[in-house]
Nanobody, 124 residues
Framework: QLQASGGGLVQPEGSLRLSCALS????????MGWFRQAPGKDRGFVAA???????KIADSLKGRFTITRDTFKNTVYLQTVSLKPEDTAVYYC????????????????????WGQGTQVTVSS
């Protein structure tokens, strides 16, 4: 149901746009989230966009990460700029079919379906 893509190797201060294509349901009825997991660390919240289009970004990533969606393509995007080596991680997209309230979109437990992840490596 979820297909993430767009990861790769990028130099520090570079940018990437990650994509997550949703199939089987519409974005207009689904909250979508991005999480990431670095080696040896827990998976953590990156960004989310609700079924109504409200966006939330982790405080530490504001100004560098942006989440958007294209309801015609049924795809969510995570635009990243000014990447740092500490952004290196596997990035996962997830779907919440129950549409938890906005305050809860940062919790992994809100999400029912997960994509396979896409690797982002920031290195010179």
């Amino acid at each position: 149901q979820l297909q993430a893509s767009g990861g790769g190797l990028v130099q520090p201060e570079g940018s990437l746009r990650l994509s997550c294509a949703l199939s089987g349901r519409t974005l207009r009825s689904t909250n979508m989230g991005w999480f990431r997991q670095a080696p040896g660390k827990d998976r953590g919240f990156v960004a989310a966009i609700t079924w109504s289009g409200s966006a939330k970004i982790a405080d530490s990533l504001k100004g560098r990460f942006t989440i958007t969606r294209d309801t015609f393509k049924n795809t969510v995007y995570l635009q990243t700029v000014s990447l740092k080596p500490e952004d290196t991680a596997v990035y996962y997209c997830a779907a919440d079919q129950d549409r938890i309230v906005y305050s809860g979109v940062g919790s992994m437990t809100a999400y029912d379906y997960w994509g396979q992840g896409t690797q982002v490596t920031v290195s010179s």
